[in-house]
């Protein structure tokens, strides 16, 4: 029992002191006051399907950016509801929007075949569920100033809604957000976020975008990242601050929750046995210790005070670490949503972790297959 405790102690300790590391690097990237765009020409490029509900309030802000794209280029992905009406509905009130039909299917296919028809030099990506500040595209292309960079990676943060749920996935992100920029920073870029992301478009095409990965679901932002970052060492860039920063909402139940980060999460066996990866396994491997130190208190193998201990640093330690990540005080979720984000997450984790590549899962309205290298859509 005690060998246990001090090997849950000393990784606790680790971790804590692993977050305190990225929250002081974190505050070094520090709020991104760049917004030049002289000579940039960019295109803005969404993939929408099934998105009638949340399209206007997207093509609203892009259409008040105070630096106004080339074109705004929306990809309709075969859609089945009304998406396809709300964007010509908005034709006359956006000139610079350009709405195209997938030639391919998924949003990998939506983004390539996007690419291949703007005009822009610097191709400027989000969401179909995403909305922004009217300084965001200035800020984005601000991080072009250096010849250097061909591509600009920003952070997303997820609106909730009042609910425990939308909460958690608020967190969430942060950590994720905190996290790629950082590693980013330091040179040794893990992921991105797709909802708020530019690249040069001749880099694009000649690192062949989504070629050897278009079959897996999702990924369309770290695979690409992965490619510039082996074609142009230190060519990635990360803003952040509030300008530049892309809001989306939450999963509205744990049934699209779950889908949406099995998604995510099974890309991680075609990344191949790299620095993402080991640091994936190793965060699961954290959480099984939590999980089983929750287990072996309940059986009555390790005393209670030890766990009670072990939570208070590591929970500390993740609020302190967190807190640096929202530009607006407003936007910080309730210290109670954080507390119980934070006991049950490394449930939600191993869960995750374990079924993203078991079984299928339904996605904006199609199956797929486990979401390995094999995975296809089998519905829709």
């Known amino acids: 029992m005690w060998i246990f405790a ?23 990237v520090g709020d991104s006051q760049k917004t030049s765009s002289d000579g940039l020409k960019i295109s803005v490029l ?41 964007l010509e509905a ?41 909305w922004m500040e009217s300084v965001w595209l200035a800020g984005l292309a601000g991080g072009f100033s250096d010849e250097k960079v061909k591509m600009v990676c920003a952070p997303v943060y997820i609106q909730p ?54 079959h897996i679901p999702s990924g369309d932002d770290e695979f690409l990242l992965r490619k510039i970052k082996e074609s142009y060492p230190g060519g990635v860039e990360y803003v952040a601050g509030a300008n530049v920063l892309v809001r989306t909402g939450a999963q509205e139940n744990l049934k699209k929750f779950l889908s949406q980060r099995r998604r995510w999460a099974g890309k991680w066996n075609a ?20 999980l089983s130190a929750y287990a072996f208190s309940f059986s009555g193998f390790l005393p209670w005070w030890l766990l009670v201990s072990q939570q208070a640093v590591k929970l500390v330690s993740e609020y302190v670490f967190l807190q640096v990540f929202f530009f607006n005080k407003e936007d910080v979720p309730g210290f109670p949503s954080f507390m119980l984000t934070g006991i049950l997450y490394p449930l939600y984790a191993v869960v995750v972790g374990f079924t993203a590549n078991r079984g299928g899962y339904e996605w904006k309205g199609r199956k797929y297959e486990a979401p390995n290298e094999k995975a296809r859509p089998v519905k829709g």
Not at 63 to 86: C, K, L, M, W, Y
Not at 108 to 114: D, P, Q
Not at 123 to 129: C, K, L, P, R, S
Request: aromatic residues 8%; glycine residues 10%; negative net charge.
């Open 6 to 28: 001090g090997v849950l102690f000393s990784l606790t300790c680790f971790y804590a002191v692993g977050l305190l590391v990225v929250r002081k690097k974190w505050l070094a």
């Open 46 to 86: 969404v993939a929408a399907r099934n998105e009638e509900k949340s399209l206007g309030r997207l093509l609203e802000a892009l259409g008040g950016q105070q630096f106004q794209p080339e074109e705004i280029i929306v990809v309709n992905d075969h859609s089945d509801d009304a998406t396809r009406s709300v």
């Open 90 to 130: 908005w034709s006359d009130r956006l000139p610079n929007l350009r709405i195209l039909d997938n030639i391919g299917q998924g949003k990998k296919s939506a983004v390539a075949y996007g690419v291949t028809q703007a005009t822009g030099d610097v191709i400027a990506v989000t969401d179909a569920d995403c």
């Open 161 to 214: 809604d009042g609910g425990f749920l939308s909460k958690a996935q608020t967190w969430e992100m942060a950590a994720l957000g905190m996290v790629a920029g950082v590693a980013i920073k330091s040179g040794s870029p893990l992921f991105c976020n797709a909802a708020n992301m530019a690249f040069r478009k001749d880099v694009f095409l000649e690192v062949g975008g989504y070629e050897g990965n278009a």
């Open 271 to 290: 990344s191949g046995f790299g620095l993402t990866a080991v640091v994936a396994l190793s965060v699961l491997a954290f959480h099984l210790m939590n």
